[in-house]
């Protein structure tokens, strides 16, 4: 019999630290358990949530159904190839430990993006990325369990359709599966990349010439301490916002009016615009509205001060949308999954 409590607190168990109950609550240790949970007829015609560690949704309500935390752990080596291994890593296992599993082991490939919160299960839906790297470029394969057969099913690189913060279980697959475990390919000879300007400045600046994979993990962790709020301090979900695509015309347009807005080339006629540029020259950064806000040292993260609610922050990510929308013209969505 698995455990399920009733009307539980997800304070815990969001990033953003809001204060909602779920009906219904239990933790998912082994695939096993899922299987029969979801073929309990008591629970079929029961709303569920999955949930990693909560750290890229917005609760809005209460949740009048039954919350199911993914705690599957275990990291096993499935594969050695010439220069490369795979880990398989259980889905509840947590993403920066995984990281630091491989630096341990001197296995480079997912350095760039330590201390990226949430678990390893999740980081394939919005296929996670910082400093230069994405998880898409490391990905083997992952197993997830179709919701509507129970059967377990493989999918690759190409199945999982990854883009930028993307892919397809936040689409097609979105509800359909959870995902299991995921496997990564890593390499015996890490390769550094230090491509990012503020890497490479730390890399100096610690007096470090021929980095480890270590050493770009010390920095990527400066930098983030230095920039991202720590959810144990004060809620929040790290970037809020997704960094918008425009046409290459319509970007060199806007820059007529503003010179100084940077923009990276992501093809021949497409540019990518920092979200945390515009929404700080809209006027945004730093600016509190009662229990909720702009973090101070990057205009991307939205912040709970304590007691704030997912309708607040909500409103103020459309008000920050519509300022954005008037001054520049461009359109921001959001990267964090709404719950309602
Ligand atoms: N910028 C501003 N003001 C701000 C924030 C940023 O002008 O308040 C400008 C910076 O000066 C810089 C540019 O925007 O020129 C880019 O800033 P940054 O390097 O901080 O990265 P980002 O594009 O804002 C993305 C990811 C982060 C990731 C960093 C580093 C998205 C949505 N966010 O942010 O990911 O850590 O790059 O690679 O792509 C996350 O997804 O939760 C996340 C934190």
Same mark, same amino acid.
């Given at each position: 019999m698995i455990a399920i409590d009733e009307n539980v607190s997800l304070k815990p168990y969001n990033t953003f630290g809001l204060e909602v109950t779920a009906r219904y609550f239990t933790e998912i240790k082994e695939t096993g358990q899922l299987i029969s949970l979801l073929q309990d007829p008591a629970w079929t015609s029961v709303k569920k949530l999955f949930l990693g560690s909560g750290s890229n949704i917005?609760?809005? #309500?209460?949740?009048?159904?039954?919350? %199911?935390?993914? +705690?599957?752990?275990g990291i096993t080596q499935t594969e050695e190839t010439g220069g490369y291994v795979i880990l398989r890593a259980g889905a509840g296992e947590i993403w920066h430990e995984f990281v630091l599993y491989c630096i341990e082991r001197n296995l480079g490939g997912v350095? #760039?993006?330590?201390?990226?919160? &949430?678990?390893?299960?999740? *980081?394939?839906m919005q296929n996670i990325g910082a400093y230069g790297a994405e998880i898409k470029d490391t990905f083997h394969c992952l197993e997830a369990l179709n919701l509507e057969?129970?059967?377990? $099913?493989?999918?690759?690189?190409?199945?999982?359709? @990854? =883009?930028?913060?993307?892919? @397809?279980? /936040?689409? $097609?697959? /979105? !509800?359909?599966?959870? %995902?299991? !475990?995921?496997?990564?390919?890593?390499? /015996?000879q890490p390769v550094i990349n230090a491509s990012y300007g503020a890497i490479r400045q730390i890399l100096a600046e610690m007096g470090v010439d021929s980095p480890t994979?270590?050493?770009?993990? !010390? *920095?990527?962790?400066? %930098?983030?301490?230095? /920039?991202?709020?720590?959810?144990?301090?004060?809620?929040n979900s790290g970037s809020f916002f997704k960094n918008p695509e425009i046409p290459k015309e319509e970007y060199l347009k806007i820059?007529?009016?503003?010179? *100084?807005?940077?923009?990276?080339?992501?093809s021949e006629d497409r540019v990518k615009v920092p979200a945390g540029w515009l929404i700080e020259q809209a006027g945004w950064k730093g600016k509190r509205f009662g229990e909720v806000g702009v973090h101070d040292q990057q205009a991307l993260v939205l912040v #709970?001060?304590?007691?704030?609610? =997912?309708?607040?922050? +909500?409103?103020?990510?459309?008000?920050?949308? *519509?300022?954005?929308? $008037?001054?520049? &013209?461009i359109t921001i969505s959001p990267e964090v999954n709404f719950i309602f």
């Open positions: 917005l609760l809005l #309500n209460d949740f009048d159904g039954l919350v %199911i935390k993914i +705690s599957i752990k350095e #760039n993006m330590s201390l990226i919160p &949430g678990t390893v299960g999740a *980081a394939p057969t129970l059967q377990t $099913e493989v999918f690759d690189r190409e199945r999982c359709a @990854f =883009g930028y913060r993307e892919s @397809f279980f /936040k689409h $097609e697959g /979105k !509800n359909r599966y959870v %995902i299991l !475990n995921v496997s990564f390919r890593l390499s /015996k994979i270590r050493d770009v993990s !010390n *920095a990527v962790i400066r %930098i983030r301490r230095s /920039k991202l709020p720590d959810p144990a301090e004060i809620g820059r007529e009016e503003y010179p *100084a807005m940077p923009g990276y080339e992501v #709970n001060f304590g007691k704030g609610s =997912g309708a607040e922050i +909500s409103d103020l990510a459309t008000r920050i949308q *519509a300022s954005v929308a $008037e001054k520049f &013209g």
